[in-house]
């Protein structure tokens, strides 16, 4: 990812939580807005995952203004594009349901845990409802 592109985020990188300062990539980004993506979103106890399907999940858009996302985001979303087998995520060319753009977003790879759907689709929504915490301590990402 690199400047000009867009990054849709749906849990611990949006905007309530201080996972992106945590990271160091606060600079490298400017929020565009909300945005809405399509597939289902999974609650796996301190992370959400967001797979394929028909649903629609909230998230916030970003643009990147700087530097190499990907080198920062790669490792802590457990994805390696030399190999996608072994990888938690999967970073993808997503078009969005709303705005109707593209982004880059990251798919969980394996079959999420039955049970685990997120009702309500917001992982914001589902955290507060929930009275849990929706910061992540690096220790604790994927």
Do not use: K
């Amino acid at each position: 990812m690199v400047p000009g592109d867009r990054l849709a985020v749906y849990g611990s990188l949006r905007r309530p939580y201080d996972t992106r300062r945590l990271l160091g990539i606060d600079a490298m980004l400017a929020w565009l807005g909300p945005a809405v993506i399509p597939g289902r979103l999974h609650d796996l106890g301190t992370y959400p995952a967001l797979v394929d399907g028909t649903g629609r999940v909230a998230a916030d858009l970003f643009e990147v203004v700087s530097g190499d996302l990907a080198a920062v985001l790669d490792p802590f979303e457990g994805y390696n594009p030399d190999d996608e087998e072994s990888s938690m995520y999967l970073r993808r060319l997503v078009w969005l349901v709303s705005p109707d753009v593209d982004a880059w977003v990251y798919l969980y790879r394996p079959e999420p845990p039955s049970g685990s759907i997120v009702a309500c689709s917001d992982w914001v929504s589902h955290l507060d409802a929930a009275g849990r915490q929706g910061t992540l301590g690096l220790a604790d990402g994927p």
